[in-house]
């Protein structure tokens, strides 16, 4: 038996998230389709009765669950309400959808795509294949109308630092992300520019999924006020890098005092005052040789948001030590597991996630 694809359930599903297949969008769809068939039950006079009211307040989660049970229990797999009966509602079903469905209940479930006909083997379930191979076909044929989700960030040093690890850590998504090329454009950076930006792409009724990546900053949260976020196309996601617990205790640099003259250090959450993309490259670029993290130094207070805004001390320094460690990982991925990806991670994960 031949198979043109196959792929562990979590890279399918992120997959068919960032083509639009998502799962918020999915429960929607298997909410339609419930509701279609409990009435097409209901006057099938041909139906035992049992049959005609299974699905009598039977709800989206009520069919992922089933389909976990099913799955993880074969004998449940036959029943009425089991796993087979549940897989065949969606057999003429939009199949991006279908599959994503399937893939809520057994998110670990290997999928393999079946295009010559054949039987598959005692390993796999015939109608999990039907239904992969149904999604596969479709998502192909439909693959051109799907554009690719565009990132667009506050400027060139984060596409520089979030793309190749996009691509170092999420290699099965990155034909299906675009980051804004700052550098062939040769656009300007800032929370301002980025917020212009996103006024423009929504004037243009710019056809792309479209995710506007701002900084954890005053600045940033300054820049927002002025952006009407409710207003804009719902293909455009305004998003903040997320609060990460390495920030909540981090040193920062204040003003001069006559007791200090060389600034005072103290520890504050930074969250929402300084967080630039540094913050997020990892204990093992942020750390310095005493084990203690480059500060981040105060620099104005922003009235129109009434905070303090801040930005991490040594930014190219910062920079370089993350490109050594990107060209370390890209050289041997193995050492990936040793580095600290967790703050780079939060931010792509919310890019893929950013339409669920």
Known sequence: MEFSLQGPGPVI??????????????????????????TQNKHDRWLPVSSRNALEGFAALNWVRNIANGYADPELALLLGGFRWLLDMLEYKEPGFALQAALLGMPEAEVVFVFDGSDPDADHDPELHKLCTQAAEAVQEMSSAHAPVVVLTEG??????????????????????????????????????????????????????????????????????????????????????????????????GPPTTDAPEGSLAMADVNGLAGSIELYLGHDVLSLPDGTFRPVQWSSYMGGSKRYHGAITDKGELQDLYKKKLMRAQTDPSVVTEQDWSGVRAILDMVIHAFD
């Not at 339609?32 to 409990?38: A, E, F, G, R, W």
Request: aromatic share 8%.
């Open 156 to 253: 060139r040093s984060d596409v520089e630092i979030l793309e190749p690890a996009f691509q170092l850590l999420y290699p099965h998504l990155t034909d299906l992300v675009r980051f804004m090329d700052y550098q062939t454009t040769k656009a300007q950076g800032g929370a301002g520019t980025l917020v212009t930006t996103v006024h423009a792409f929504a004037a243009a009724r710019i056809a792309n999924p479209v995710v506007a990546l701002f900084d954890n900053d005053t600045a940033a949260s300054d820049a927002l006020r002025r952006l009407k976020v409710d207003a804009l196309p719902s293909n455009i996601k305004i998003l903040q890098f997320p609060p990460i617990s390495l920030a909540t205790r981090y040193p920062t640099l």
């Open 13 to 38: 599903s992120q997959r068919l998230s960032l083509l639009g297949y998502t799962k918020e969008a999915t429960m929607k769809f298997l909410e339609d389709v419930l509701t279609d068939q409990h």
